[in-house]
C-alpha cells in the first residue's frame, strides 16, 4: 500500500488543520493507520492511531481532547484533525499502516509510511 500524507501548514496557536493519509494499492480495509510526527532534535512519537474498521482509536497524551482520528474506507482516506493547536504541536507529520485489524503503539509494526507534511504552529 502507498500512502500520500497532505493537509499541513501554517498556523497559530488555537487555530486548527485537518491532515489527510490517502492510500492506494492493496486494499486499505485490511490495515490499521497511525499518525506519526517528529519534530526537529526529538523521536518520532505516535499521535494517534485507528483501526482497520474506525471502531477502535489511541490517542498520545497531547493529543488526547484536541485531536481526532477518523477514516473513509470507500475513499481509502485517513484524517486527523488538529484543533486548539499549540507550538508545540509544530513537527513533521506522517502516516504509516499496519496488516493488523488493531492499531499497534510499536513504531516498528507499521510496514508502510507516507512522506511527511509539515505543521508549523506559531504563538
Known amino acids: 500500500v502507498q500512502l500520500q500524507a497532505s493537509g499541513g501548514g501554517s498556523v497559530q496557536a488555537g487555530g486548527s488543520l485537518r491532515l489527510s493519509c490517502a492510500a492506494s494499492g492493496r486494499a486499505f480495509t485490511s490495515y490499521s493507520v497511525g499518525w506519526f510526527r517528529q519534530a526537529p532534535g526529538k523521536e518520532r512519537d505516535l499521535v494517534s492511531a485507528?483501526?482497520?474498521?474506525?471502531?477502535?482509536?489511541y490517542y498520545g497524551g497531547a493529543a488526547k481532547g484536541r485531536f481526532t482520528i477518523s477514516r473513509d474506507n470507500a475513499k481509502n482516506t485517513v484524517y486527523l484533525q488538529l484543533n486548539n493547536m499549540k507550538p508545540e504541536d509544530t513537527a513533521v507529520y506522517c502516516c504509516?499502516?499496519?496488516?493488523?485489524?488493531?492499531?499497534?503503539?510499536?513504531?516498528?509494526?507499521?510496514?508502510?509510511w507516507g512522506q511527511g507534511t509539515l505543521v508549523t504552529v506559531s504563538s
Open positions: 504509516a499502516a499496519t496488516a493488523s485489524p488493531y492499531w499497534r503503539t510499536d513504531v516498528n509494526a507499521y510496514e508502510y
Open positions: 485507528i483501526s482497520w474498521s474506525g471502531g477502535s482509536t
